[in-house]
T-cell receptor, first 115, second 112 residues
Framework: GAVVSQHPSRVICKSGTSVKIECRSL??????MFWYRQFPKQSLMLMAT?????????EQGVEKDKFLINHASLTLSTLTVTSAHPEDSSFYIC???????????FGPGTRLLVL | AQSVAQPEDQVNVAEGNPLTVKCTYS??????LFWYVQYPNRGLQFLLK??????LVKGSYGFEAEFNKSQTSFHLKKPSALVSDSALYFC??????????FGDGTTLTVKP
């Protein structure tokens, strides 16, 4: 149980385009999902907390107009990187919490490369 | 503010030997502590957690961790390392509203 999927697993795009990443909790309902960014051999940097049915809460320094988050249902959150640039290239990971649990369950990550 | 520290960037052990990956924490109140493992180009996998109860917590793949309140530590251990245990390990402390703060990670390399 507690499986989280991400799609796509890898994406290459041209500078200036927008990219959408989906995060789904497959066998549980997640009122809260988290989006992280990870640089090579570094820890996870929390970008935002996504709450179902309400606006996401962004961490300091994260541009909310650039990283659009939508949490339309209890099993799906999406992260859209708008007008992507090469510096946005990174590994993006989502996680979800089951209701009443402290444990986060992570998706497999999405590798974004912006040319 | 809640924080965790993983003092070692890299841990190297020989296969069959015991391994320890260190973690210390700083929290106000009772800590909720976690260990996660990350394989290359993958998300994190939950290994184990301490919420309350026995100080020795057993988790997946033969790993265990010992909660030590006086030393504010939560070291990850395994009696006999496998080459397949080689990965990046993260210690984390639950803060609030579902958020966790992660350590910088420790790369474990198990050599045959």
């Amino acid at each position: 149980g507690a499986v989280v999927s991400q799609h796509p697993s890898r994406v290459i795009c041209k500078s200036g385009t927008s990219v959408k990443i989906e995060c789904r909790s497959l066998d549980f309902q997640a009122t809260t999902m988290f989006w992280y960014r990870q640089f090579p051999k570094q820890s996870l940097m929390l970008m935002a907390t996504s709450n179902e049915g309400s606006k996401a809460t962004y961490e300091q320094g994260v541009e909310k107009d650039k990283f659009l988050i939508n949490h339309a249902s209890l099993t799906l959150s999406t992260l859209t990187v708008t007008s992507a640039h090469p510096e946005d290239s990174s590994f993006y990971i989502c996680s979800a919490c089951n209701v009443g649990e402290e444990t986060q369950y992570f998706g497999p990550g999405t590798r974004l490369l912006v040319l | 503010a809640q924080s965790v520290a993983q003092p070692e960037d890299q841990v190297n052990v020989a296969e069959g030997n015991p391994l320890t990956v260190k973690c210390t924490y700083s929290v106000s109140g009772n800590p909720y502590l976690f260990w996660y493992v990350q394989y290359p180009n993958r998300g994190l996998q939950f290994l184990l957690k301490y919420i309350t109860g026995d100080n020795l917590v057993k988790g997946s793949y033969g790993f265990e961790a010992e909660f030590n309140k006086s030393q504010t530590s939560f070291h990850l251990k395994k009696p006999s390392a496998l080459v397949s245990d080689s990965a990046l390990y993260f210690c984390a402390v639950y803060t609030n509203a579902g958020k966790s703060t992660f350590g910088d990670g420790t790369t474990l390399t198990v050599k045959p």
